[in-house]
């Protein structure tokens, strides 16, 4: 006799155990680019043209990114706002992301109620970026310009938003300075719930405590049993933690 196993995928796990179902958006990504100057071409009419140099030389380029990066400093002093430098993460520990290290910043301006920019990083990554080779031959200048990946230095402006909690902006400081901006779904649909009128059922699986009551009083079930809020695996979900 041959006994015969059904395969159980996890909306069998979960059917008639889940509490509370949330559907929204899990990661907003916003792609920030200049559509004019994705081509050498491009680069060398925004030079001459647009910033009116008489050449086209990387040079111009690489003073854009050098005034970019004066001016982060500047803001940052000007606010007192951290600058943590940190190299590539330690695939090894668990506690080693940017936001591991960005966190207490966070928290302590959830806590004061502080919202804008909190922390910003400065690393590098690879990002296709522009470089340039001198085709002129002799005493002539003529800079061709082409992308190619390289690593190059990058800024992650961690914010706190009151909609959507975390959320971080990414501008690499090498032309033409592509940006990324990056936002939780999940942690504004849980914002949204602790604004508004929300089961108390719902506020406990998101994490959220009690809302008062209008005299001020703490809710209780029973005068024996006070009520508790609990979640589990199952019955309720964590929001996602920016990467």
């Given at each position: 006799?041959?006994?015969?196993?059904?395969?159980?995928?996890?909306?069998?796990v979960l059917d008639g155990h889940v509490a509370l179902e949330v559907e929204c958006v899990d990661r907003l990504i916003l792609n920030a680019y200049v559509p004019r100057l994705q081509v050498g071409g491009q680069v060398a009419r925004f030079?001459?043209?647009?910033?009116?140099k008489p050449i086209a030389s990387a040079a111009v380029l690489g003073s854009i990114g050098n005034r970019f990066r004066r001016d982060v400093k500047r803001f940052a002093d000007a606010n007192a706002i951290p600058t943590l430098q940190?190299?590539?993460p330690d695939r090894s520990r668990w506690d080693d992301r940017k936001l591991d290290h960005v966190r207490p910043y966070l928290e302590a301006a959830e806590r004061e109620r502080h919202f804008g920019v909190?922390?910003?990083?400065?690393g590098q990554e690879y990002h296709w970026v522009f470089s340039a080779r001198n085709r002129g031959k002799g005493k002539a200048v003529w800079f061709e310009f082409f992308r190619e990946q390289r690593r190059v230095g990058v800024y992650y402006f961690y914010i706190?938003?009151?909609?959507?909690?975390?959320?971080?902006?990414?501008?690499?400081t090498y032309f033409p300075y592509p940006a990324r901006v990056w936002v939780n779904g999940h942690e504004?649909?849980?914002?949204?719930?602790?604004?508004?009128?929300?089961?108390?059922?719902?506020?406990c699986l998101m994490g959220l405590p009690p809302r008062p009551s209008p005299n001020g009083c703490r809710p209780s079930a029973t005068a024996s049993r006070p009520a508790t809020c609990r979640r589990s695996s199952i019955a309720g979900w964590r929001a996602s933690r920016p990467r």
């Amino acid at each position: 006799m041959t006994a015969t196993m059904s395969a159980t995928n996890i909306n069998d796990v979960l059917d008639g155990h889940v509490a509370l179902e949330v559907e929204c958006v899990d990661r907003l990504i916003l792609n920030a680019y200049v559509p004019r100057l994705q081509v050498g071409g491009q680069v060398a009419r925004f030079i001459t043209q647009h910033l009116g140099k008489p050449i086209a030389s990387a040079a111009v380029l690489g003073s854009i990114g050098n005034r970019f990066r004066r001016d982060v400093k500047r803001f940052a002093d000007a606010n007192a706002i951290p600058t943590l430098q940190l190299k590539g993460p330690d695939r090894s520990r668990w506690d080693d992301r940017k936001l591991d290290h960005v966190r207490p910043y966070l928290e302590a301006a959830e806590r004061e109620r502080h919202f804008g920019v909190v922390a910003i990083v400065a690393g590098q990554e690879y990002h296709w970026v522009f470089s340039a080779r001198n085709r002129g031959k002799g005493k002539a200048v003529w800079f061709e310009f082409f992308r190619e990946q390289r690593r190059v230095g990058v800024y992650y402006f961690y914010i706190l938003d009151p909609d959507f909690g975390p959320a971080f902006i990414r501008i690499c400081t090498y032309f033409p300075y592509p940006a990324r901006v990056w936002v939780n779904g999940h942690e504004w649909a849980k914002r949204q719930a602790a604004i508004t009128p929300a089961s108390a059922t719902a506020r406990c699986l998101m994490g959220l405590p009690p809302r008062p009551s209008p005299n001020g009083c703490r809710p209780s079930a029973t005068a024996s049993r006070p009520a508790t809020c609990r979640r589990s695996s199952i019955a309720g979900w964590r929001a996602s933690r920016p990467r």
